[in-house]
């Protein structure tokens, strides 16, 4: 049986510099790497975490076109202005093809680029945790 | 220095019979114990995982006017009619009293009860993540 373990979770923020501050001040965190660009969802990201446990991933939209903005702006309320807050929640795999056929034989919806080894499960899939699932060991991370 | 520890995540459901249905079947998880009533926050949860480890609590709020039902309520729009989806992170802690101090010491505001072996990191602290921080045993 394919099972899951937690890798990371992405939380998206306003202002990428002052929340690595906080999460250094408040948590105690560390940056495990340098500030990097994902060409693909369009965001910027510095892992956060305590030696070389990777606990999340800061990210912020690097273009107004960016599908991180747009669920920022979709989620911005009085209490939150930015619409800051979890992205998503990367899980790693043993079996990706396999987990990815028992999700869809049961009424799920999977976005994967054939033969990649990740795959997003689709919000409506997993009552509203956006899940992104990679392979144990791949280049995906 | 205390460092924190992922524990599990909560997230919060429309219908629970049908939410452990779709875990159980989708992504292969089990139900670990009883389903049970948490009284302060008025809802209720079923762990669920991998043998038995837990990776998530799926909770539904027991009444209308409970915390859990008014963040659903506020997050329904007409892609997701119910609200659904993450309520808050769990973390273990090795040591609670200093990493709540620390949080307070740079700005960040926490809840806890008195002598409570558990305390959230009021989300303005955290860029909007709701955290539940858990002494270690």
Known sequence: MATLTIHH?????????AAVADYESRFGMEQLGPRQLNPVGKFDYISMGYGDSLITRLITPSSEDSPIAKVMKDRAST????????????????????????????????????GRSNAWIHPTSTHFVFMEVVER????? | MPELTFRYYTVAVHDLDAAIADHEARFGMQQIGERAHNATGNFDGQSMGYGDKVM???????APDTPIAKLMLERVNPFNPHGEGMYLMAYDCDDLEAFCAQVIANGGRVNRAPNSTSAW?????????LMEIIQAK
């Not at chain 1, 979770?9 to 510099?17: F, G, I, K, S």
């Not at chain 1, 060991?137 to 991370?141: A, E, L």
């Open chain 2, 121 to 129: 990191v009021h989300p303005t602290a955290s860029n909007f993540v």
């Open chain 1, 79 to 114: 209490s939150n202005p930015h619409g800051e807050g979890m992205y998503l929640i990367c899980y790693e795999t043993d079996d990706i093809d396999a987990f990815c056929a028992r999700v869809e034989a049961n009424g799920g919806r999977v976005n994967r680029v054939p």
């Open chain 1, 9 to 17: 979770y992405n939380t998206a923020v306003h202002d990428l510099d």
């Open chain 1, 137 to 141: 060991g791949s280049s995906h991370m």
């Open chain 2, 56 to 62: 998530l609590r799926l909770i539904t709020p027991s």
